[in-house]
Nanobody, 128 residues
């Protein structure tokens, strides 16, 4: 079992920046192989924003967020961050951290189905 705690959401004006944090707590000997960030906006399906595999620390982003979203990890604390720049009103939504200890790192991507564990989410509101 893995528990995830997100923080860092809030209300931000358009054009601003934000850093979201995710702290994983594991209750198993299995190793987390993939961490991801997702967003769910009102009336929309949950969408993948960034994926980070934990061996080589390679990342994957959908084209829609490349250049504005950056995922990273602090190896000392295992905290995973999502840095968002040039925020837009359409970035408004609930942001979720997710983790997998099932798939090998080869399969680490932005698909919802890749992740077994989810945080509670943190709200981000971008005003125009």
């Amino acid at each position: 079992q893995v528990q995830l705690a997100e923080s860092g959401g809030g209300s931000v004006p358009a054009g601003g920046s934000l850093r979201l944090s995710c702290v994983p707590t594991t209750y198993t000997t299995r190793r987390i192989t993939c961490m991801g960030w997702f967003r769910q906006s009102p009336g929309k399906a949950r969408e993948g924003l960034a994926a980070l595999e934990t061996e080589q620390l390679t990342t994957k982003y959908p084209d829609s967020v490349k250049g504005r979203f950056t995922v990273s990890r602090d190896s000392a604390t295992n905290t995973v961050y999502l840095d968002i720049s040039n925020l837009k009103p359409e970035d408004t939504g609930v942001y979720y951290c997710a983790a997998s200890d099932f798939w090998t790192t080869f399969y680490c991507d932005n698909a919802v189905k890749r992740y077994e564990y989810w945080g509670q989410g943190t709200q981000v509101t971008v005003s125009s």
